[in-house]
């Protein structure tokens, strides 16, 4: 038996190997749901998806302010959007426009890549709503825009946007 293998089999996993492998089933897990629930029910598969990480997002806002003590500025959201694309694994970077907009890419997002490597961007199903309930529920006067949407090419670039920030 391995080293690696006798360590895993008695509980000794590197904390990266276990962020690694949750990121990794996670972003498998949202790309196969997506396209069992698109394949059996359609558009009302990929509509219960939307709702689903939506309230996710509405529960992690409510948690990263809590425990990260975010206040409701726009600051505030990007800044809980970086934490989630870390905590997810993304290179996210925040470009302010002005203090009333901000506009953040991705010069690599794990759950694009399981998207496209299975055939289909559901970006627009699963982590748009997810990202704009996490923008919404910190900060509920920032509006979400999407500046262009994912393709095959590249990943989205979205703003958020405010008239009080």
């Given amino acids: 038996m391995g080293i690696m293998r006798t360590a895993a089999v008695k509980g000794l996993i590197p904390p990266g190997n276990k962020i690694s492998e949750l990121r990794g089933n996670l972003t498998r897990l949202m790309t196969t749901m997506a396209s069992v629930l698109e394949s059996r029910f359609g558009s009302e598969g990929l509509d219960a998806i939307s709702e689903i990480f939506r309230r996710l997002g509405e529960e992690d806002a409510k948690a990263m302010k809590d425990r990260l003590s975010l206040g409701s500025s726009l600051k505030d959201a990007i800044d809980g ?43 627009e199903s699963i982590c748009l709503p997810y990202v704009e309930a996490v923008a919404k529920g910190i900060a509920p006067e920032v509006e979400m825009e999407v500046v262009r949407p994912a393709d095959d090419d590249s990943t989205c670039v979205k703003a958020l946007v405010t008239d009080d920030s």
């Fill in 81 to 123: 959007w970086i934490v989630v694309g870390n905590v997810m694994g993304a290179k996210m970077e925040a470009k302010w426009d002005s203090e009333k907009r901000a506009e953040t890419h991705h010069p690599y997002c794990p759950q694009y890549e399981s998207f496209k490597e299975g055939g289909t961007l559901y970006c």
